[in-house]
């Protein structure tokens, strides 16, 4: 069973940064993309970025591009999310997740099989 770890997120000032951590416990190896999700108040989670493990493909939101970058240390099991020039809209529980067939859309939640346990990013006007 992979368990996934969030951490980094907090209260930030509008245009200020945030970098989001997810530690993923040994036995990575079935998990095949990570992906980064987040849900604001009131709304359905959202997709915001994917990366793959092996060739470190990534796909993002249209919305986020140049905002947020997803990356990976696969020696720490780690993937990240850089989050540049924040707005208030930004505000959300983030989650990152894992999916385990390069078959599935890297976008669609219902294809990913693990689940963190989310962690609150503020983002104050």
């Known amino acids: 069973q992979v368990q996934l770890v969030e951490s980094g997120g907090g209260l930030v000032q509008a245009g200020g940064s945030l970098r989001l951590s997810c530690a993923a416990s040994?036995?990575?190896?079935?998990?095949?993309?990570m992906g980064w999700f987040r849900q604001s108040p009131g709304k359905e989670r959202e997709f915001v970025a994917s990366?793959?493990?092996?060739?470190?493909?990534?796909y993002y939101a249209e919305s986020l591009k140049g905002r947020f970058t997803v990356s990976r240390d696969n020696a720490k099991n780690t993937v990240y999310l850089q989050m540049n020039s924040l707005k208030p809209e930004d505000t959300a529980v983030y989650y990152c997740?894992?999916?385990?067939?390069?078959?599935?859309?890297?976008?669609?939640?219902?294809?990913?099989?693990?689940w963190g346990q989310g962690t609150q990013v503020t983002v104050s006007s």
């Open positions: 990366i793959t493990w092996s060739s470190g493909a990534t």
């Open positions: 997740a894992g999916q385990n067939s390069a078959s599935f859309s890297y976008g669609n939640q219902n294809y990913y099989y693990h």
């Open positions: 040994a036995r990575t190896s079935s998990v095949y993309r």
